[in-house]
């Protein structure tokens, strides 16, 4: 089964700053997509950002991106020039490349992230 | 317009009782999903559904039955309330096939007493 670890309960970052939050994933699949999905305090799930195992170039949003090393499984979230917009809690998901029964998504346990002036 | 939409947002209720929630979507989607999100914000599977056809169903008591009246919409009936099942119960949808993004609705708050 594929398990997915983010070790950072809690990040902070100043206003304007650049923060990386960190995920890690155990899968023996080699097609899969990952995702980042926020979750601010009125608790909807937005997709930030999402990478497909088979695309070596890594994803960018805007002021987001992802640096993902699929031999190390990692799957690391940059924020760059950090809003107070941006303060919420962040969670990596696994997504395995097959479909039916493996269509669920798999997330880690969250990253609370802060927001400083 | 809302995308994926859930009512009610927040449900309180009393221990042994039966509660539904809905869930309905506007993006042409054939695949629904209801997640569970503990006290200490953990999201796990319980449901899915294609096309109306259950494709999964993760380890969920009995008293969790998901229903599916059309590709729009998935309820999620829970009978014989329990405290433990206070939590956050989010549904969501895709489009059938590897890798298709799944949309969220806003989540339902339940507080079992």
């Known amino acids: 089964a594929q398990t997915v670890t983010q070790s950072q309960p809690e990040m902070s970052v100043q206003e304007a700053e650049t923060v990386t939050l960190s995920c890690t994933y155990d899968?023996?699949?080699?097609?899969?997509?990952l995702f980042w999905y926020k979750q601010p305090p009125s608790r909807q799930m937005i997709l930030v950002i999402r990478?497909?195992?088979?695309?070596?170039q890594n994803a960018t949003e805007n002021r987001f991106s992802v640096n993902f090393q699929k031999a190390a499984k990692s799957f690391s979230l940059k924020i760059s020039d950090s809003q107070l917009g941006d303060a919420a809690m962040y969670f990596c998901?696994?997504?395995?490349?097959?479909?039916?029964?493996?269509?669920?998504?798999?997330f880690g346990t969250g990253t609370r992230l802060q927001v400083t002036l | 317009d809302t995308a994926v939409s859930q009512t009610p947002k927040y449900l309180v209720t009393q221990m042994g009782n039966d509660k539904s929630i809905k869930c309905e979507q506007n993006?042409?989607?054939?695949?629904m999903y209801w997640y569970k999100q503990d006290s200490k914000k953990f999201l796990k599977i319980m449901f899915s559904?294609?096309?109306?056809?259950l494709i999964i169903n993760e380890t969920v008591p009995n008293r969790f039955s998901p229903k599916s009246p059309d590709k729009a919409h998935l309820n999620l009936h829970i009978n014989s309330l329990e405290l433990g099942d206070s939590a956050v119960y989010f549904c969501?949808?895709?489009?059938w096939g590897a890798g298709e993004t799944q949309y969220f609705g806003p989540g339902t708050r339940l507080l079992v007493l």
């Open positions: 993006l042409g989607h054939d695949t």
């Open positions: 899968t023996s699949e080699s097609d899969y997509y």
């Open positions: 559904y294609n096309n109306k056809e």
């Open positions: 990478q497909e195992a088979y695309k070596q």
């Open positions: 998901a696994y997504r395995s490349g097959r479909t039916g029964t493996a269509s669920k998504l798999t």
């Open positions: 969501a949808s895709s489009q």
